[in-house]
Each structure stands twice: as structure tokens, then as C-alpha cells.
């Protein structure tokens, strides 16, 4: 059954579409994770323009944070005003990126600067991820291996403007959660990302915040500039489709639910090392794309349009 994309200006099969929100939920209900940096690049493979898919991508990651955020506020694991702080930073970071992707789009190199983000930042991401993953594996199997420690004092600890974040036990400088904040926010514009993979580790290794009230925290943060970034999409770029966010999401909240089964059934090394290597596979993905010889050498487009 095909469906038209009235903003992509493409016709899709809507169970294509269904098969990759639901993809996508079941790895979020696996892995824990938003899904925003697998969900933009998988919508590129099936011919969605890296515009929309990344203008719409961030509406999944508003939906899948929602609830999370929601549960997380209940059990009181959320610090409120850490994570206002790098909303903050998420806000600018989010207007100067899609500041940034306007410009790009009217000089027509937005596709190449969006696919080369993803192979750069997935490729990191996914080399670290695998890397760490291989350890704690070694480290479950070997009681005597050496631990990381998580909260030591660093050059963050002596910078000025120092504010007192109670629910996380922190007296730091402002500035490393407001730069946070706007790196996140650059990423959510660009990539179409909710920035998770990365506010997640620098929360806890850059901030030294313990991990209880790190996974709230984040979604607190990646829901309002998720929601924010979309509609400063929507609003200069015009490159949000309702209708492929609908099929996106209710594919996704299905794939969720199975997502989750199928997670408590692995171990958490066997899940990380399978999300680092679904990673770097989708890098490698996008890479290939960027290099090979495109069938069609010439296109011809709308003046105005992408």
C-alpha cells in the first residue's frame, strides 16, 4: 500500500514505513535507547530526503521521551535544575543549528553535511561503545579486573560560577552543563537526534552525576529541545511530514512493547556490543553511499525546493 509523502514529495509503502518505527521501537525497548540516531539514517536507505528525515526523525524521539520522562519524575530521579540548565544551553545550541541547516539548504549541501554528521559521530560512538562494551564483558567474567571510578574531581570541579545541584550532589560551574547543552542541541538540529548518546556519557564522566538520576535528567533535557527543534523546523525549513511522523510512531510504540521482552532475555554487555555493532553497520552504510557512483549522476529539482 503506498502512501504519498505530500513533504518529502515521495510515495513510500506504509508497512515499509511501519517495519522501520517498529525496527526501531523494538531496538529502544532493547537497548534504552531513543532510537533518533538509527531512525534518520534508515529513513535516507528507503528515499526520504535527509531534510525531512531529519526534521521529522526528532518527532519519534518527542513521542518515546514523553513517558520515559513522565516515570522518571515520579520516582523523583530527575534533578530538576540540571536539567534546566542544560535546556538552556539545549535551546541555544538547537536555534544556532537550525540557523546553521537553513543556511546549508539554501546553498544546497545540507544532504552531504547531514550524511557526513552521521558517519562521523556514528563511528565514534560506535568504536567507543564497542570498545567499553568489550571491557565490562571482560569484567564480568573476571571479578579481580580493575573498575572505572565515575565520580573523581576534575578540572570541571575548579571552574567559576559554581551552583549547587542538590538531587545530583554537585557544587560545580555552570558553564560545562550549559556547553553540554548547546553541543546537544547543535546535534538534535542537524541530525535529527534526541542527543542522548552523548549527553548520557558526559553527564557522567564530564559532570560526575550519579547514575540514578542520569537517565531522567537526559530525557527531561531531549524532550523540550526535541520539541523545540521540531517546531523551529517546522516553522523556517517546512520539512516536517505529519504523515510519516504518524506511521513512524505507531510503529514505534508497537516495537516497543516487543523491544522490551526481548531485552530482559540478554545480558546488559551482550545488549551494549549489539547496539555498538548496529551502529557502526549503519555508519558503514552511509559511508559506502557517500562513496559509490550513484546510478543517476543528474537530477533535476524545483528551484527553491529540496
Request: glycine share 12%; proline share 4%.
Amino acid at each position: 500500500m503506498q502512501i504519498y509523502l505530500p513533504i518529502a514529495e515521495v510515495s513510500v509503502n506504509a508497512f515499509t514505513l511501519l517495519g522501520v518505527g517498529g525496527g526501531v521501537g523494538v531496538l529502544s525497548g532493547m537497548f534504552g535507547v531513543g532510537g533518533g540516531f538509527l531512525i534518520t539514517p534508515l529513513l535516507f536507505f528507503i528515499g526520504v530526503p535527509p531534510t525531512v528525515a531529519v526534521a521529522t526523525g526528532v518527532n519519534q524521539v518527542v513521542a518515546s521521551s514523553i513517558s520515559g520522562v513522565l516515570a522518571h519524575l515520579k520516582r523523583k530521579t530527575v534533578d530538576i535544575h540540571m536539567g534546566l540548565v542544560l535546556l538552556i544551553g539545549g535551546l541555544i545550541g538547537s536555534t544556532v543549528g537550525v540557523w546553521f541547516f537553513s543556511l546549508m539548504q539554501r546553498l544546497g549541501q545540507i544532504d552531504l553535511i547531514v550524511q557526513l554528521s552521521y558517519v562521523i559521530f556514528l563511528g565514534i560512538i560506535g568504536a567507543l561503545m564497542l570498545q567499553e562494551s568489550l571491557r565490562a564483558l571482560r569484567r564480568s567474567r573476571d571479578p579481580r579486573a580493575p573498575r572505572r571510578k565515575l565520580h573523581t574531581h576534575t578540572w570541571v570541579h575548579n571552574l567559576p560560577f559554581k551552583m549547587k545541584f542538590r538531587a545530583s550532589g554537585l557544587y560545580i560551574s555552570v558553564f560545562p552543563p550549559l556547553l553540554v547543552g548547546v553541543g546537544v542541541g547543535i546535534l538534535a538540529a542537524i541530525m535529527g537526534v534526541g542527543g542522548g548518546f552523548i549527553l548520557v556519557p558526559a553527564m557522567i564522566y564530564l559532570l560526575g552525576m550519579p547514575t540514578k538520576v542520569v537517565i531522567g535528567t537526559s530525557l527531561f533535557q531531549v524532550t523540550f529541545v526535541a520539541a523545540f527543534t521540531t517546531m523551529m523546523h517546522a516553522l523556517f525549513n517546512q520539512s516536517v511530514d505529519v504523515m510519516l511522523a504518524l506511521f513512524l510512531i505507531l510503529g514505534g510504540v508497537i516495537g516497543a512493547q516487543i523491544g522490551t521482552l526481548l531485552g530482559v532475555k540478554l545480558k546488559a554487555e551482550q545488549l551494549r556490543i549489539l547496539l555498538a555493532l548496529l551502529v557502526l553497520a549503519v555508519c558503514a552504510k552511509i559511508a559506502f553511499d557517500l562513496l559509490w557512483t550513484p546510478s543517476e549522476l543528474y537530477s533535476i529539482t524545483v528551484p527553491g525546493r529540496f
